[in-house]
């Protein structure tokens, strides 16, 4: 299955909250369901300046201590992509948005990300997200 890599406390919003834009430089073509995978780095620096930014949205997140890191955390459906040179929403100005839907948590999965979209085993999600 697709899958891709999203850095804490960003993945997190996506599976548990209402985060339904993923900010790319890239497009995508794809359309249907895609692993969210919590990428293992996060410094305190780009959790405390995501946590501002979750503020203004009107959402709390949990500590950085106590967020899954290195893991498939859940799934999400990827309906769109459109370039935007303005910011709306969780969108960013100048970046594709891949618009997201329906987000569904699973049974964490240890997995190493990569960057761009990767391919994580069949038999691996199978297990989780029945």
Request: aromatic share 10%; charged share 20%; net charge positive.
């Amino acid at each position: 299955m697709k899958a891709l890599s999203v850095r804490q406390p960003w993945a997190w919003e996506i599976i548990y909250s209402i985060k339904n834009i993923e900010n790319r430089g890239w497009p995508i073509n794809y359309r249907g369901d895609i692993l969210i995978h919590a990428a293992k780095k996060c410094t305190k620096k780009e959790y405390e300046i995501a946590s501002i930014f979750f503020q203004s949205m009107g959402v709390s997140i949990p500590e950085l201590k106590m967020l899954r890191r290195g893991q498939v955390i859940g799934i999400v459906t990827i309906v769109d992509c459109k370039f935007s040179q303005v910011a709306s929403g969780w969108g960013m100005p100048l970046q594709y948005h891949w618009k997201l839907e329906n987000p569904r948590e699973i049974t964490p999965i240890p997995y190493i990300g990569r960057l761009g979209i990767f391919e994580v085993p069949d038999d691996l999600v199978m297990e989780v997200a029945a």
